[in-house]
């Protein structure tokens, strides 16, 4: 199965926590392998297969932050 990379840009992130709490729920959506977080640009990189873009958003939103797809 091909690897998913999704980008999203997601704004109101300015600490470690923020880095934290998105990793942390989108590191729980199923066949998500990996979630980079850049505070400077604001872009969160999703890698895994599978990967469902509405579970992503969904978990960011959790996190306390909108997400856009980039």
């Known amino acids: 199965m091909n690897q998913d990379n999704l980008i ?4 109101g992130m300015s ?14 959506v199923a066949g998500v392998s990996s979630v980079d977080v850049d505070l400077e640009t604001k872009l969160v990189r999703v890698s895994g297969t599978g ?4 579970a992503v958003v969904a978990a960011i939103d959790e ?8």
């Not at 990967?51 to 509405?54: F, G, R």
Request: hydrophobic content about 45%.
């Open 8 to 11: 999203y840009r997601v704004e």
């Open 15 to 28: 600490c470690n926590h923020c880095v934290v709490a998105v990793s942390g729920e989108v590191g729980r």
């Open 51 to 54: 990967v469902d873009d509405a």
């Open 63 to 70: 996190a306390g932050y909108d997400a856009v797809a980039a």
